[in-house]
């Protein structure tokens, strides 16, 4: 028996060269256009992780407001409710508790303003691998008078391991806050943002010094698979009520958030340019098609075939051999993607790219990402863009007349 | 009366150059006639196939087929029409070149929603009666001329149609496969009774057909039973 699906399928084999031709172009559409999104998105990832995971963290937990204005006075309790979120809530890995604000640091006849951090040692470097960052020196314990700082501040006051730091500044509820401090370690950050005016001090040690016993401003959280991170942001966010605000990364960094959207609509509109020129192919292929089958189709509007019938096989055609050469694409993209992911694209070897990249502390190598979502992506392009093209024949059929098209 | 038409014109580019191709054409056709419409080359003859077959209209005037007015459908309408009344027989290129012999003849059964069993019975039977049956599963294109005819003949009965219009069914044929499909089509309509009627330059053709209506300038000049 002969269905409408049959005799697509057997007229897309009728013409075989121009089949494969137009097939072969998509493949290389498809192919090429997964293969950028996926080095793309791979690249962003690993550099998004990089930055999130070397100190913000995915998402942070502070008192309503203070991302607006990040005042001491914003400070909260860290108690109980909030330490067992890990069991509450699923996908959250962990976090990190910091008291942070800013202070005036000297040693000898320097004094430079230095942004404190009070946090948990272990639970720092479970989250940040802080100790990993140490060029000198040990890394810190609670409870222990001692400061770990960044290379910037380090070089501007000009202090060494085992020098006394001293700290000023203006404490919680305007108390004066002055201390001591031994410079335990010295600590290199990747970027170089990072890397000016960051001094660290065990969690309880900073409470004490701002006068703020018990409390910390932000609460870094550490999260098992970033895909479920709105999940776990939202959860979070209904456990601790609407006190609290639960930022993810892209609002706390949203520079780097708009870095990453400007370079995928970049990405993007190479995209559409290249679906353009093939669409522009494809097109082709139906006029001459088109043309070609005249006869044909006055033929069968002539033995009684209804027109939506005979659109309806056109369309399918049309639209059967962009899949096949979406799907051969697809078959192409996986292995190709996957040795990406597993191989990266190194550019380390080359010296502009590899120096522009470590400036801010990134590796040049790009895994690719090896996503289903972006394959099924351009196998929906690819349905949308045939649909629409497989519109012309139809409208052709919808005016034809047998007669006409007969005498051709 | 299977087809009757009163004063059909057909013009052409009545804007421009006008082509008066017919002008006042009244016939009237008879169930089980097998008719020959000749004349020379020009003189309209594919114009009234097509006017009486449904795949064009007439300018002015009136036809009926199987009773009713069909001068006043639209082109959908006249689509569904043909399906289900007219079976075409073409010069060539009749059939779809990627379905057998079979699958042709069953096509228009399909379009007619005929059940599966319906269309296998009756396929074979046709592609026999055709003399087709070794070639049923063959494309086209392994198909001689004459036997493509022939399948188209098949195809054209498939619908069970009023009738059969052929506009120069062996054109393209040579004498012996034109003998052939002559034979056929004489065959069938002597033992099934289907009305042909068709259009030939061919002497040959011409002598085979029981009822001869020669157009000359798009009027009838003569019209001969015998
Ligand atoms: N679509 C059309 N547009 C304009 N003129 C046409 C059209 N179709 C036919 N004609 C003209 O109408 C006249 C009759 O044509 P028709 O095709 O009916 O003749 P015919 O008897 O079938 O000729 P032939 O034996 O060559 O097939 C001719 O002068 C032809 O040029
Ligand atoms: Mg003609």
């Known amino acids: 028996m002969i269905t409408l699906f049959k005799l697509a399928r057997r007229n897309i084999w009728r013409n075989k060269r121009r089949t494969y031709i137009t097939a072969a172009s998509i493949f290389f559409a498809v192919l090429l256009a997964s293969f950028m999104q996926s080095i793309q998105r791979g690249a962003w990832d690993k550099m998004v992780d990089g930055i999130v995971t070397s100190f913000a963290g995915y998402a942070q937990v502070h008192q309503v407001g203070y991302n607006e204005e990040e005042t001491i006075e914003k400070a909260f309790p860290f108690n109980a409710n909030l330490q067992n979120l890990p069991q509450e809530i699923d996908g959250l890995e962990g976090f990190v508790p910091r008291l942070t604000s800013f202070a005036l640091a000297s040693y000898e006849l320097q004094t430079k303003g230095v942004l404190v951090v009070g946090t948990d040692p272990e639970s720092e470097h479970g989250m940040t691998r802080l100790r990993n960052n140490l060029v000198e020196g040990a890394y810190f314990e609670e409870g222990e008078n001692s400061v770990l700082i960044v290379e910037g501040v380090a070089k501007t006051l000009k202090v060494n391991i085992g020098d006394t730091l001293v700290l000023i500044s203006s404490g919680y509820h305007g108390v004066n806050a002055a201390g001591k401090y031994n410079v335990k370690g010295i600590l290199k950050f990747a970027s170089p943002l990072l890397n000016r005016r960051m001094v660290f001090l065990p969690l309880s040690v900073a409470q004490n010094f701002y006068g703020a016993e018990g409390l910390i401003t932000r609460l870094s959280i550490d999260i098992k698979e970033k895909d479920k991170l709105p999940q776990v942001v939202q959860a979070v966010q209904k456990n601790l009520g609407d006190e609290f605000e639960v930022l993810e990364w892209e609002k706390l960094m949203p520079e780097l958030s708009e870095a990453r959207e400007v370079d995928t609509a970049g990405n993007f509109l190479v995209l559409i340019i290249l679906y353009v020129i093939i669409g522009f192919g494809i097109f082709g292929t139906i006029l001459m098609m088109a043309k070609e089958r005249e006869y044909e189709f006055g033929v069968l509007l002539a033995i009684g075939m209804k027109r939506w019938k005979l659109g309806m096989v056109i369309w399918m055609e049309v639209v059967m051999l962009g899949l096949f050469g979406a799907f051969l694409g697809i078959l192409g993209s996986v292995p190709l993607v996957g040795y990406f992911k597993r191989h990266p694209l190194d550019f380390s070897e080359m010296e502009g790219m590899a120096d522009a990249y470590e400036k801010f502390g990134f590796e040049p190598v790009f895994p690719a990402s090896f996503e289903f979502q972006i394959f099924f992506t351009h196998a929906v392009i690819v349905f949308i863009l045939t649909s629409i093209l497989a519109i012309y024949p139809l409208l052709k059929i919808r005016k034809m007349q047998p007669v006409q098209a007969m005498r051709g | ?226």
């Not at chain 2, 069993?117 to 063959?138: F, M, P, Q, S, Y």
């Open chain 2, 1 to 226: 009366m299977v087809i009757k038409t009163e004063n059909i014109s057909k013009t052409y580019n009545p804007d421009s150059i006008p082509v008066h191709a017919l002008r006042g054409v009244n016939i009237e056709i008879e169930k089980g006639e097998f008719t020959a419409i000749v004349g020379p080359s020009g003189s309209g003859k594919t114009t009234l196939l097509n006017i009486i077959g449904g795949l064009d209209r007439p300018t002015d005037g009136y036809i009926e087929v199987g009773g009713s007015d069909i001068s006043k459908l639209s082109d959908n309408e006249l689509i569904d029409f043909r399906r289900n009344n007219i079976g075409f027989v073409f010069q060539a290129y009749n059939l779809i070149p990627v379905l057998t012999a079979r699958e042709n003849v069953e096509f228009v059964m399909l379009l007619q929603n005929q059940s599966e069993e319906v269309r296998n019975e009756r396929t074979e039977e046709l592609l026999k009666a055709v003399g087709l049956e070794k070639e049923i599963d063959r494309r086209p294109s392994k198909l001689s001329g004459g036997q493509q005819q022939r399948v188209a003949v098949a195809r054209a009965l498939a619908s069970k149609p009023t009738f059969v219009l052929a506009d120069e069914p062996t054109a393209n044929l040579d004498s012996k496969s034109t003998t052939n499909l002559l034979d056929i089509m004489a065959e069938l309509n002597r033992k099934e009774e289907i009305t042909f009627v068709f259009s030939t330059h061919d002497q040959r053709v011409i002598d085979r057909a029981r009822r001869v209506i020669t157009l000359e300038d798009g009027v009838i000049a003569s019209d001969i039973r015998r």
